[in-house]
Nanobody, 124 residues
Framework: VQLVESGGGSVRTGGSLRLSCAAS????????MGWFRQAPGKEREGVAA???????SYADSVKDRFTISKDNAKNILYLQMNSLKPEDTALYYC????????????????????WGRGTQVTVS
């Protein structure tokens, strides 16, 4: 059972990146999954979440710039990031909740059971 992120990198302000998270051992379509990020010296924060009904949620800081999606056939979670800003610089993690979680908990790291190792995004 694991999640493996990819797609991070270094981009200029205003640029775009697409992060991917390949899930094995779980059927991504059956679970709430989320993207979190953690910048040096800061707490891990929720960025976007998508549940089994494909209902999506976004942090205010990324709304209208980031899009979360799932390819259930490939068991892959995506995060399309546009109009990137220096404050988006962080290590980005994908996470999966093995059991159903409340909508109010979608951005709570403790609600998720399975985590990837992260992929670095640097915006300058």
């Amino acid at each position: 059972v694991q999640l493996v992120e990819s797609g991070g990198g270094s981009v200029r302000t205003g640029g775009s990146l697409r992060l991917s998270c390949a899930a094995s051992g779980y059927t991504a379509g059956r679970h709430c999954m989320g993207w979190f990020r953690q910048a040096p010296g800061k707490e891990r924060e929720g960025v976007a979440a998508i549940d089994s009904d494909l209902y999506t949620s976004y942090a205010d800081s990324v709304k209208d710039r980031f899009t979360i999606s799932k390819d259930n056939a490939k068991n892959i979670l995506y995060l399309q990031m546009n109009s990137l800003k220096p404050e988006d610089t962080a290590l980005y993690y994908c996470a999966l909740a093995a059991s159903p979680i409340r909508v109010s908990d979608e951005f709570r790291p403790s609600a998720y059971n399975v985590w990837g190792r992260g992929t670095q995004v640097t915006v300058s």
